[in-house]
DNA sequence: ACGATAGGCAACGACACGGTTGCGTTTCCC
DNA sequence: GGGAAACGCAACCGTGTCGTTGCCTATCGT
């Protein structure tokens, strides 16, 4: 399964939860290493509490992150295994554009 | 500008381009090699060619594909440069995250 | 025990998205 | 020249998404 057609819907997800403003803004802040709770996360934006809600529970659906209830708050962490199948994929596209490129060279060098 | 933070907007796009079922299913078919045409790339599909087009369109906009008209059909090919944005956002969220457990190692360890 | 803080749940509205149908235009080919 | 192939454009529909507000529950601190 190392071409980029096998299994499309999984990073399709991934991708899709990467594809908001808000929701890799929460990323870089999440990367940093500390789990946060959902107030520390909406306390420095223009969004609402349920906003960033909603959007944590887009990104743990994606497997991006997780979550952990601590007392009365839920620290959400980065879990940056999810991002190798993005990066597996985009390896598997590339990968196949370039030998593409190469058997087209080789086709016409002969 | 090699931390997560800075330059949000344009990864988003193409990251939301590639957050699509059938646009991942299109970008295998053109990571092939091939420039195909509107028709070509419908015709194995059991959407309309509008629908196909309004993909390509959001595809070229994020970057991901270049069209040329060619006669009387507009031929759609790979752009794997594009590529090259959403891995390095990737790195550098992961880069983020690694030094980040590095810093939390040393700062246990002292 | 009580106020304050953190959060879950549900409803709602505005808008974008994915897809279709219909129709007109250009280009190819016989 | 005329039919057919390839495409563009616009309207339309159903559904999902993003964000809000309102309210209720649980937990912390004093």
Redesign the pocket.
């Known amino acids: 399964m190392s071409n980029p057609e096998g299994g499309i819907g999984e990073p399709a997800k991934l991708f899709a939860a990467l594809g908001?403003p808000?929701r890799l803004a929460l990323v870089a802040r999440l990367s940093a290493g500390e789990s946060l709770?959902?107030?520390a996360l909406s306390s420095d934006t223009?969004?609402?509490?349920?906003?960033v809600?909603?959007?944590l529970h887009?990104m743990q659906e994606a497997g991006l992150v997780a979550s952990e209830r601590v007392?009365?708050?839920?620290r959400y962490a980065f879990r940056p295994e999810a991002l190798d199948g993005a990066r597996a994929y985009l390896d598997a596209v590339s990968g196949q554009w370039r030998d593409a490129l190469h058997r087209l060279k080789r086709f016409v060098e002969e």
């Open positions: 908001d808000t709770s959902i107030a223009r969004l609402t509490r349920q906003a809600t909603k959007h887009v007392g009365r708050e839920s």
